[in-house]
């Protein structure tokens, strides 16, 4: 997998950071995961509330299915040619 942009912020995730074990496990497996754990990995406190934010907009109660936003991310993802 490539190295981020931010390769500080890869380098140094917060101790606390719920999101440090999961790159750590997906790291020893050699398995891809999302890029974007490293920046809530690297300042827990702030980005809680994007990760929040987004679980909501994903998940809450609208016109379009859960599943169909999933795929309309997935999607645009896709086109810009990033992995999440």
Known sequence: ??????SD???S????S???PLI??????????PKIWHL?????????HLARFTQEIMREEAPLSPGFRELIAAR???RNDCPF
């Open 1 to 6: 997998m490539k190295p981020m942009f931010l």
């Open 9 to 11: 912020v890869e380098r």
């Open 13 to 16: 995730p917060s101790p606390d």
């Open 18 to 20: 719920p999101y440090k």
């Open 24 to 33: 750590e496990a997906a790291q020893s497996a050699g398995r891809e995961y």
């Open 40 to 48: 809530f990995a690297f300042k827990p406190h702030v980005t809680e």
């Open 76 to 78: 645009t993802s896709g």
